[in-house]
């Protein structure tokens, strides 16, 4: 395979980490007891890179977000060894499927008051810090070894994570408006700016300066509001 960056960040963040194949969602970043955390998730292509394979038209397939989804190893093989149960469309109808339910779940709900939202907010940034304490940059496994494929996990963590749980908390704030003060809603537009520079960073390498770092105003407010 020689899928870009752009094009495996894309797949990872769209498809939320999860297996696309109806009723399956596996996690396809587990953690082993003995062998730590690895990556068991597939990129399958929907047509194959070659000539012959599974669900082949006679013209080479792309290495692209566009012929690839995502899947656990079990769907994969599944998929592979019975290409005639499951032609190109039925595969980028899962994949649409997929990803459309990913893309609803990330909706936030309406909420009453600014300490239910802020609850809401302070637990999704506790799962981010923890992400990025294990597999950020600053972590002890990124330090030892910066090229490691503690650095791709990292990368797949960004996007199947972190960037859905910053879609989320934008979200919240944006359907609940009315309930956050000028003040408050300062705060909140710099921890937007620095979720939509995040993730164009993920995706594509930006010069760190264009990079706001996660405003600790921002932070403090949902701490002091969380119930």
Same mark, same amino acid.
């Given at each position: 395979?020689?899928?870009?960056?752009?094009?495996?960040?894309?797949? =990872?963040?769209?498809?939320?980490?999860?297996?696309? %194949?109806?009723? #399956?969602?596996?996690?396809? @970043?587990?953690?082993?007891?003995?062998?730590?955390?690895?990556?068991?998730?597939?990129?399958?292509?929907?047509?194959?890179?070659?000539?012959?394979?599974?669900? &082949?038209?006679?013209?080479?397939?792309?290495?692209? %977000?566009?012929?690839? @989804?995502?899947?656990?190893?079990?769907?994969?093989?599944?998929?592979?060894?019975?290409?005639?149960?499951?032609?190109?469309?039925?595969?980028? $109808?899962?994949?649409?499927?997929?990803?459309?339910?990913? $893309?609803?779940?990330?909706?936030?709900?309406?909420?009453?008051?600014? $300490?239910?939202? #802020?609850?809401?907010?302070?637990?999704?940034?506790?799962?981010?810090?923890?992400?990025?304490?294990?597999?950020?940059?600053?972590?002890?496994? &990124?330090?030892?070894?910066?090229?490691?494929?503690?650095?791709?996990? =990292?990368?797949?963590?960004? #996007?199947?994570?972190?960037?859905?749980?910053?879609?989320? @908390?934008?979200?919240?704030?944006?359907?609940?408006?009315?309930?956050?003060?000028?003040?408050?809603?300062?705060?909140?537009?710099?921890?937007?700016?620095?979720?939509?520079?995040?993730?164009?960073?993920? %995706?594509?390498?930006?010069? #760190?300066?264009?990079?706001?770092?996660?405003?600790?105003?921002?932070?403090?407010?949902?701490?002091? %509001?969380?119930?």
């Amino acid at each position: 395979m020689n899928i870009s960056e752009v094009d495996l960040k894309k797949l =990872w963040a769209k498809a939320a980490g999860r297996c696309s %194949y109806p009723g #399956c969602t596996t996690n396809c @970043i587990e953690i082993f007891e003995k062998a730590g955390t690895t990556v068991i998730g597939e990129m399958a292509h929907i047509i194959p890179q070659g000539e012959t394979g599974p669900r &082949a038209t006679g013209a080479k397939g792309a290495d692209t %977000y566009e012929n690839l @989804i995502l899947l656990c190893p079990t769907h994969h093989t599944t998929v592979d060894k019975a290409p005639i149960d499951f032609p190109a469309v039925l595969l980028r $109808g899962w994949k649409t499927t997929h990803e459309e339910n990913v $893309g609803k779940a990330l909706t936030s709900p309406v909420f009453a008051d600014v $300490g239910a939202i #802020c609850s809401f907010v302070a637990k999704i940034l506790v799962e981010n810090y923890a992400i990025f304490l294990k597999f950020g940059p600053e972590s002890p496994t &990124a330090q030892a070894n910066p090229i490691s494929e503690g650095s791709l996990l =990292w990368d797949l963590r960004k #996007c199947d994570q972190i960037i859905p749980n910053n879609t989320k @908390i934008v979200d919240a704030f944006m359907r609940n408006k009315d309930l956050f003060d000028l003040k408050e809603w300062k705060v909140f537009a710099e921890f937007r700016e620095h979720a939509a520079a995040f993730e164009r960073n993920t %995706y594509q390498r930006m010069d #760190c300066d264009m990079v706001p770092r996660f405003p600790q105003s921002f932070q403090q407010m949902i701490e002091n %509001y969380a119930k």
